[in-house]
């Protein structure tokens, strides 16, 4: 049984008067039957953990370095986010793939950081609208997936958001039928690749405008774990309501 994972996105939103949205969501999940994350902005990772220390709710960065210090200037180490108190951290969004041209290799190197540090990662990958319209979409994904994830990864160190780069923050959401595809076949790939056990264990998220109103549908989508979600997780009441319909999955 693979635990099921809410996990925010906080992106580049959010100075201390967020962390009253924070308050609000660890006052509502003392505890809670699924795994819950916060991402946070870097600067606000260590008043979060304060902050949702003794609740249900976990706190991770949004990415690290791949080495543990040196002259990287304004870079962060898994190493460091760690003794800010994170426990995970996302690694290869797209908008880091994009913005900061983050390759593939790049992200397989963050994860081993992460592991090293004793960091979960959650590793994204996700095709432009272009790769779908061509029919590329599983081939895009399966080379993501087989040079993001070092060989190291296992069920308790790795978490796979699938993220359409199209339906990010843009309302649009891919059909079930087309989410199905890809988490199913996401599993196929892990399962050849590290085995029936670490290959039914690694949990896949879909993330890419999940909202209240189409989070219930979502999960009962085939090898859908929970969500990465990011503009729906910066208000506690909206990601209640993502919680509670992965609660009721
Ligand atoms: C994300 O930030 O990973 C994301 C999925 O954003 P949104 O939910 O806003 O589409």
Same mark, same amino acid.
């Given at each position: 049984?693979?635990?099921?994972?809410?996990?925010?996105?906080?992106?580049?939103?959010?100075?201390?008067?967020?962390?009253?949205?924070?308050?609000?969501?660890?006052?509502?999940?003392?505890?809670?039957?699924?795994?819950?994350?916060?991402?946070?902005?870097?600067?606000?990772?260590?008043?979060?953990?304060?902050?949702?220390?003794?609740?249900?709710?976990?706190?991770?960065?949004?990415?690290?370095?791949?080495?543990?210090?040196?002259?990287?200037?304004?870079?962060?180490?898994?190493?460091?986010?760690?003794?800010?108190?994170?426990?995970?951290? +996302?690694?290869?969004?797209? #908008?880091?793939?994009?913005?900061?041209?983050?390759?593939?290799?790049?992200?397989?190197?963050?994860?081993?950081?992460?592991?090293?540090?004793?960091?979960?990662?959650?590793?994204?990958?996700?095709?432009?609208?272009?790769?779908?319209?061509?029919?590329?979409?599983?081939?895009?994904?399966?080379?993501?997936?087989?040079?993001?994830?070092?060989?190291?990864?296992?069920?308790?160190?790795?978490?796979?958001?699938? #993220?359409?780069?199209?339906?990010?923050?843009?309302?649009?959401?891919?059909?079930?039928?087309?989410?199905?595809?890809?988490?199913?076949?996401?599993?196929?790939?892990?399962?050849?690749?590290?085995?029936?056990?670490?290959?039914?264990? +690694?949990?896949?998220?879909?993330?890419?405008?999940?909202?209240?109103? $189409?989070?219930?549908? +979502?999960?009962?989508?085939? $090898?859908?774990?929970?969500?990465?979600?990011?503009?729906?997780?910066?208000?506690?009441?909206?990601?209640?309501?993502? +919680?509670?319909?992965?609660?009721?999955?």
């Amino acid at each position: 049984m693979r635990q099921k994972l809410a996990a925010g996105n906080w992106k580049m939103n959010g100075t201390a008067d967020a962390l009253s949205e924070l308050n609000e969501l660890t006052q509502g999940y003392p505890e809670a039957a699924v795994d819950i994350l916060i991402c946070s902005p870097a600067t606000l990772i260590d008043r979060a953990s304060e902050a949702a220390a003794g609740s249900a709710v976990a706190i991770g960065g949004q990415d690290c370095h791949a080495k543990v210090n040196g002259a990287h200037t304004g870079d962060i180490s898994a190493e460091m986010l760690r003794d800010a108190g994170a426990s995970y951290v +996302i690694i290869g969004h797209s #908008e880091r793939r994009d913005d900061h041209g983050e390759t593939s290799e790049m992200i397989a190197a963050k994860a081993t950081a992460a592991y090293d540090a004793g960091l979960i990662a959650v590793v994204c990958c996700g095709e432009h609208l272009n790769t779908r319209e061509d029919g590329k979409t599983l081939d895009h994904i399966g080379t993501q997936i087989a040079e993001s994830l070092p060989d190291t990864a296992n069920a308790d160190t790795t978490v796979i958001a699938y #993220e359409p780069v199209w339906a990010i923050g843009t309302g649009l959401t891919p059909t079930l039928e087309q989410i199905a595809e890809v988490h199913d076949f996401i599993r196929a790939e892990l399962v050849n690749r590290f085995g029936e056990e670490t290959g039914n264990g +690694i949990r896949l998220l879909y993330g890419g405008s999940v909202k209240p109103a $189409n989070a219930a549908e +979502i999960f009962a989508t085939s $090898n859908v774990d929970g969500a990465l979600v990011g503009g729906a997780s910066l208000k506690a009441a909206d990601f209640s309501a993502i +919680i509670d319909a992965l609660v009721a999955a």
